[in-house]
Structures are given as C-alpha cells and as structure tokens.
Nanobody, 123 residues
Framework: QVQLVESGGGLVQAGVSLRLSCAAS????????MAWFRQAPGKEREFVAA????????YYATSVKDRFTISRDNAKSTIYLQMNSLKPEDTAVYYC????????????????WGQGTLVTVSS
C-alpha cells in the first residue's frame, strides 16, 4: 500500500481558486491510479476526479467538470486538484485515494486513503 497525505485546504470565498496536493510515500506510486473524493457535512463521500497511472487519462464528476483539474507528477509522487470557480456547495473534506484499478468510482476499489483536508467555501 501507499501512504497518502493531503494538504492545501482552507477557508476561501466563492469564485476563487484553490489547489490541493496529495503526497504519496512508496516506490510504486507511478503504478497506481489516483482519485479525489469529498465528503460534505451530513452527506456521503462522493467521487470527484480520477487520473490514470501516466496522467494521460482523467475523468470527473459532472458537478466539477470544467472547473476542477486533476493532475499528477510521478517524479514527486504527488497528485493535485486545481479547483477553480469554487462554490459554497464545494465545501467538504477532500480525500485522495489510490487504486490499481482505473475507471472505478467505487470507494471499495481504493485501498489507500489520506486523512483528508477541509475546504470551506463561503458565499
């Protein structure tokens, strides 16, 4: 398994941008598909975005498509989530997760999780 640590969360106003990072430890990082999930207060955790091992393929939840961008730097064992035009409904704890299976949005397919970073968007 790989260990994951998220950072970059905070309190921001609606409309601004924020970039989250997820640093991984372990020499096999580049073999993992990676994803971001989020959990809003009182709601179930939901899929946000995913990226394959090379970074050449990505996909997004409808709610964030065209506003969020997932990327990765395998040399730094890090993935990113660039979040633009933030909305109050984007308020959540954001988690990164690793899987050997690209294309899944199911939490059960992700074997490693970070502790989460809180993003709060005020109106």
């Amino acid at each position: 398994q790989v260990q994951l640590v998220e950072s970059g969360g905070g309190l921001v106003q609606a409309g601004v941008s924020l970039r989250l990072s997820c640093a991984a430890s372990g020499r096999t990082f580049s073999t993992y598909a990676m994803a971001w999930f989020r959990q809003a207060p009182g709601k179930e955790r939901e899929f946000v975005a995913a990226i394959n091992w090379s970074g050449r393929s990505t996909y997004y939840a409808t709610s964030v498509k065209d506003r969020f961008t997932i990327s990765r730097d395998n040399a730094k064992s890090t993935i990113y989530l660039q979040m633009n035009s933030l909305k109050p409904e984007d308020t959540a704890v954001y988690y990164c997760a690793a899987s050997f299976k690209y294309g899944s949005e199911s939490e059960g397919d992700f074997g490693s999780w970070g502790q989460g970073t809180l993003v709060t968007v005020s109106s």
